[in-house]
Every structure is written in C-alpha cells, then in structure tokens.
C-alpha cells in the first residue's frame, strides 16, 4: 500500500488544521510514495520500539508523540530523537504522528477514555472557534442542484449529525461579458438578467480549497461569484477533552478504583473528596489541567487527566474532583484508536500494536 493512501486517510479523520501550535503531527521520516507493507503502532517512539518494528519488518510506525517537536540541527546520534531518526532512516521505516489533532476530534483520544469509563452522551468538553466558515454563492436555477451536490461531497454544509445543511435565497443577478467572453448564459456587450439561487452553506477552513474547486468546476460560469466569511462559531464537534454521564449515579471512591482498575494506574492524585455520588464526568487525556475551568463550568463531579500540577490540585475548591491517573495511562488506548480506523479502512492491510511499554515513570509500590 502507498503510504500517503494511509496518511490521507488518517487526517480526514484527524485533519492537521486541528493540531494545536506547538504540536507537530503528521508525516516525520519517509517518502509519502513509498510503497508499505506492515505497520506497528505505538504511544511513543523510542529506540526499543524502532528495534521492534525491524524485527517485525514493519516499514512504518504510526505514534501518537510526534518524535520530532523542535526543530533538528545536528543528526549525530547524542541524543534518543537523533539516534531513532537515524535509525529510521537506515533501515527505510517511516514514521507518522497524530498527536493534538487526534485528541481534537469525536472519535479520537478522548472517545476512548470516555468508552473505556463507560460514559453516555459524550460532548466535546471545549469546542474551538475560528474553524468555520461561510461559502455563499449564486447559481442559476437549472444548475442549483448539480452545483450543491457537488459542494456536499466535500464534506461542507456538515452540521452535528446532520449532513448537506444548506440556506437558499431566490433573486436575480446581472453581468456583462466583455467581448473575449463566452458566457453560458446571454451574450458578450450586452447585461444579462438570470433568476439565480443565492446558496449558503457552512465547512470546515481546512477544505477550502476543496470546496471552490468542487464549484468552479460544477458552476456553469466562466466567472463564478462567491464569498467566504470567517465565522466565530463554536464547532460543537472539534476540540479537546469530553464530558458525558456514567449510567448510574456511583460513590466517588468506587468510581476512583474502577478508573485505577480500567487504567492500570499505579496511583491516582485526586483533590479532596466531596462525598457525592458522581455521574457526569470530564476527561482529557495527557495534560489536561487547562481544561479545569470548563470542567467545573460543565457542572462535572470528576475531571479525569494527567500531569496535574500541586497548586492546580487547589482549583477544584469543592466543586469537582480532580483526579489525575498520569498522562501515558490516560493515553494508552489511543493504539487501539488506530487499529480500530486502520483495521477497518484497510482490512488486507498488516497492522500490529507495538507490545513495548513506553510509560517513563514508573511507581513504587
């Protein structure tokens, strides 16, 4: 299989427009043409993974951790990020990553922390603006539906569950063709009146160039006009963290021991108890203290994260609790994430999940 066929098909789901500033997802070593006959699949990559994935003859490892955050000067192997790069390359394994932009949409990290707690009507617990936008253009009646199909299949005019949402506004629209033109409609030197459709619809920014394309080429004007506006709307389906309900009311210590059972945890930092039952619950996988404010704000009785610091322990001031099951735990089964995508997009493609543990700290017990 080429490797962009997979790379193409993780970032529909994950689009890179979704990544956060500092993050780095994406393709990190190899020749997106390449041909790839088996992936292995991994939290993080380290050098033990990279020895992996040779012995199993993977040519590809998909990671959630880009390997590479900072830019890199020197690749002399002084350090664990050189000598993996380097290592990658010599034996020809690419190495892609889904890091903040997977995090970032239903489906991703944070689904499955919700599917392992057994959490219903899950939300997006921070939905982003300033990813929407505004397409408006004319079209002429006749042409109305060939044009918005055209745009649908891009994946604009996707509203929540609901697909092909549009808003349309009979009127009338003129032009005039100087005599290099050749209009579908009327003639050069001569203003034209045409019954058109004024046809609004709403798409994510990162499939802009998809949808003019998708119009100008079903549009039949030689010229076609059109408008995109920037919207300040949330997208109620991208951003980071999520909150949904347990089926039941549970005791908060009950629920504390069933998430260090599900997660493996060797301990979990929680603030102090309320002594509630908790039902709906926040979650973020990785280093989610950011995100305390829109916990609370969201009425949760529990926000499930990692890396929490000291003084953050002190935010919950009695209004949720906090609790932190540490940043690899909370993330362990974003590998079962990409399986289940890959396995069930590319059925015949080889697929394995890496069975090194990459967690760097470790607990005494």
Known sequence: MILSEITTYLESVAPLA?????????????????????????????????????????????????????????????????????????????????????????????????????????QVLSPVAGQLKKLVTFIPFDQAIKVQQAIFKTGAGQIGHYDSCAYSIPGKGSFRGDETTQPFVGKPGEIHYENELRFETIFPKHIESKVIRALTEAHPYEEVAYDIYSLDNLHPQVGIGMVGELPKPMDEKRFLRMTKKTFGTGVIKHSPLRNEKVQKIAVCGGSGSFLIKQAIAAKAD???????????????????????????ESEQFTKEVFYELLTKKFPKFAIRLSGVNTNPVNYLV
Do not use: M, W
């Open 302 to 328: 529990v926000f499930v994260t990692g890396d929490l610091k000291y003084h953050q322990f002190f935010e919950a001031e009695g209004k949720i609790v906090l609790a932190d099951i540490g940043h690899f």
């Open 18 to 122: 979704y990544q956060e500033s500092y993050d780095n997802a994406g393709l990190l070593v190899g020749d997106p043409d390449k041909e790839v006959k088996q992936a292995l699949i991994t939290l993080d990559v380290t050098e033990e993974v990279l020895d992996e994935a040779i012995a199993s003859k993977s040519d590809l490892i998909i990671a959630h951790h880009p390997l590479i955050f900072g830019g890199l000067k020197k690749l002399n192997g002084k350090n664990e990020v050189e000598r993996c790069v380097i290592k990658a390359i010599q034996n020809n394994i690419a190495i892609y990553a889904s890091h903040t932009n997977l995090d970032s949409v239903i489906g991703g990290v944070n689904s499955k922390i919700c599917e392992k707690l057994g959490l219903q009507n899950c």
